[in-house]
């Protein structure tokens, strides 16, 4: 395997570079004099202090690409990708709300299409938004909010010196035709089941089992373990060989792509085999793939070869480290 091939497919890659300026926008919407705002930059949804729980709130907007590519997907992940968010923290996702906009009304029919189909596989209601039915272009966008106990919620800026890093990914899965990066686990599965493998995320967050936390999005599993150690101000190594992944497909493919059910996690070593054995109760493939250091660095590795993938002194993927925010 080509560690040097894979370094630069990661660091040029559109999931990791088109996050960049995040920091930036970050810099002008400062949340630190807030306190009722415990979690915002860096993580996958905000979360916000009410009484002894907090309220999740994220937002997700699918690329101009995949519209094009697939109107139908387009609506489905862009409530998928608003659930993981959800899950990732740790909790329980409640309601979303939507943005329409439209220049086509087949593309918007699609769009709708694959939105009802993902509302009743994570029985998640969509239950108001906004429409802008004379736009010049098509285009879709959700919000969502979710509960969590203040208590168990997951972050993804607490991993930990020492951690194991824990790959969980479902690998029964497949590529749609004309989505390279999109790995789909769920739309072909049963609702209850799907909704269930959701829930586990819940279950591992009460019972305080991981450290830091992240759904594998746009940046890959990697690049998204990635963020979780720039946020965490921490470095490691991962194992590429380690990586669960299913025999049939191109290792380039699979670390660049967007898991339909996929966390990077870190946790304390004696918690590592109880996470593993509970992801496979709900046929989830996971392994120890890594270990956080203290360092800035994110090494890869592969049989005797290793390199640098991120330096975090120096280089960003979001720039919500603890030195920059």
Known sequence: MDIGRIVSAIREFPGITRKNKVHEIVHFLPTSSFTKVVASEGEDSAAIEYGNDCILFAADGIMESLVKADPFYAGYFAVLVNVNDIAAMGGRPLAMVDIMSMSDGRICSKLLKGMERAVRKFNVPIVGGHTHPDCNYNAIDISIIGTVPKADMIR??????????????????????????????????????????????????????????????????IGTMGMLLESSGKGGYIDVDKIPRPKDVDIMQWLLAYQGYGFALSCRPENSKRLIDMFRTIKVDAAVV?????????????????????????????????KRT
């Open 290 to 322: 890594g270990k956080v250091d203290a360092s800035t660095e994110l090494v890869i590795r592969s049989g005797n070869e290793s390199k640098v993938l991120f330096d975090f002194s120096k280089d960003i993927i979001t720039g919500c480290g603890p």
């Open 156 to 221: 993804s800026s607490t991993a930990e010196d020492g951690d194991d890093i824990v790959f969980a990914i479902d690998t029964d899965g497949f590529f749609p035709s004309g989505l390279k990066y999109a790995w789909d686990t769920t739309s072909k599965k049963d609702d209850k089941f799907v909704q269930e493998q959701m829930e586990m995320m819940c279950t591992i967050a009460s019972e305080h089992l991981v450290t830091a936390g992240k759904d594998m999005s746009n940046p890959g599993c």
